[in-house]
């Protein structure tokens, strides 16, 4: 049965369509699934099924996250690993995740959705890497079915251990036959490439400190044989850049070259020591990169050059990165770091509020390969984030209401939309019994830290 919902009457309704549109008194109004019509309540219809009032709040496209691992968010803030770079935090955290479970995958996906929603966003990637005991990837997909959240499922890979010249210990990794027999059977599990899917996987094998560059070349022919998109870390520091050069010959974007690991099908995760013939590359094939400014702080990575991939055309997006190298999952917190963060870099006009907000949104939607979502326009999917200005944050700062919501400290949703329904009302999030959610996590982070086998 068809059912029709009308958001009126927004402080300042932001549509990041292709005129780039920021409606004072704004109205989007949604039929089952998919945005309508966008404009001026006043120009809109004035009854719907369902009527939501606005009126505090900028209405924003739902945000996109581009780059997580939500497992890690039962391992934040572990002491182990709180001053590393990359490669120590990573030796620190192998032997935690040694003892990962299915549930563990399960819940700590749970959280991890529940707080991405919580701040606004609407469809974001995971980067499931390891699997020991009987961890699955539809630990995860259950989770984001659960939640309502709209869910691209990256099956990650390691498969060269230690005693290869890899980073992870060898009883983490996989052999490479199991893993392209596993990716196959998700694809044809549970991939959807019908517009405004929830539900879509990606062949993500992890590193290339990790795998070999056969699983690389097969992993892409394997997703350009069903159309599922590629998705892997690089360039994320000065040691990532050294065993590149030390281990094949080549910067971090010419093995991606090499190993088919360029175009309008791949994104890449952190690339914040890409060098200007890689940006050049990236921007030339429409490779995109997912930017995670709190993360690449938090394990003192550097400062991606943003700017100037931009500058030259390369698709950006956000992502929030692992809860153990961000210990945060939060979107809009995400824009504010990325805006200040290339500022810090490259100078005060090096982003705008505007721009950094892009990304969350057209950007996200560009590097996941879709055109169905990151604007408020009709025929997008109805995702939609609402968040209220009329709190203690953002007094003084209403001059600029799109300014405010990205300078100020980062807000939690008022009202969110995925897919045509309201998964968050007056801030509570309606599809899971939150203390429920966080007690669990809770005792299985411990159990975890502790080494527990359960």
């Given amino acids: 049965m068809t059912k029709t919902l009308l958001i009126r009457h927004a402080r300042l309704l932001v549509t990041m369509d292709e005129a780039r549109r920021e409606i004072a008194d704004g109205a989007v109004f949604i039929r089952d699934n998919v945005i309508v019509a966008v404009g001026p309540t006043v120009e809109l219809p004035q009854q719907a099924d369902e009527i939501i009032d606005a009126g505090a709040c900028v209405v924003v496209p739902g945000l996109i996250n581009t780059h997580h691992h939500m497992f890690q968010s039962l391992t934040r803030a572990v002491p182990a690993a709180q001053d590393c770079e990359l490669f120590d935090w990573l030796g620190n955290l192998y032997p935690i995740w040694a003892n990962l479970t299915g549930e563990m995958v399960h819940v700590s996906g749970q959280a991890a959705m529940a707080e991405l929603i919580l701040a606004g966003c609407t469809t974001s990637s995971d980067h499931l890497y390891l699997y020991p005991n009987d961890c699955t990837l539809d630990h995860s997909i259950a989770a984001a079915r659960q939640v309502g959240l709209r869910f691209h499922a990256a099956r990650g890979s390691m498969s060269v251990g230690r005693s290869k010249g890899g980073l992870p210990p060898d009883a983490l990794v996989e052999r490479e036959d199991d893993i392209l027999r596993d990716t196959q059977r998700l694809i044809e599990t549970y991939h959807d490439s019908a517009r405004h899917a929830m539900q879509r996987i990606v062949v993500a094998p992890c590193s290339p400190f990790s795998v070999s560059r056969d699983l690389m070349k097969e992993a892409a022919a394997l997703a350009r044989s069903y159309g599922v998109s590629l998705h892997t870390h690089l360039a994320e520091n000065a040691n990532d850049v050294a065993y590149s050069r030390e281990k094949f010959n080549m910067t971090p974007a010419e093995y991606a070259e090499d190993c088919g690991w360029v175009g309008h099908d791949v994104w890449h995760a952190h690339c914040v020591q890409l060098d200007a013939a890689g940006i050049a590359l990236f921007a030339r094939t429409g490779t995109g990169v997912a930017h995670c ?47 200040l963060l290339q500022r810090v870099g490259f100078g005060p006009a090096a982003m705008s509020a505007r721009q950094a907000l892009e990304m969350a949104t057209l950007g996200g939607a560009k590097v996941l390969n879709r055109d169905d979502i990151g604007a408020l326009k009709p025929g997008m999917a109805a995702d939609i984030a609402m968040f209220r200005l009329d709190g203690i944050g953002f007094a003084g700062a209403l001059h600029d209401p799109l300014a405010a919501l990205v300078f100020c400290t980062p807000a939690a949703v008022d009202c969110s939309i995925i897919n045509g329904k309201v998964v968050v009302r007056d801030g509570n999030l309606l599809t899971l019994d939150m203390p429920l959610v966080i007690e669990r996590h809770n005792r299985l982070a411990s159990d975890l830290v502790r080494g527990a086998r359960l």
Wanted: aromatic fraction near 0%.
């Fill in 293 to 339: 400014p709190c993360s690449n702080m938090r394990l003192a990575s550097g400062i991606a050059p943003v700017r100037r991939m931009l500058d030259m055309g390369v698709a950006v997006g956000l992502g929030v990165d692992g809860c153990a190298s961000n210990d945060a999952g939060h979107m809009l917190g995400e824009v504010r770091q990325a805006m």
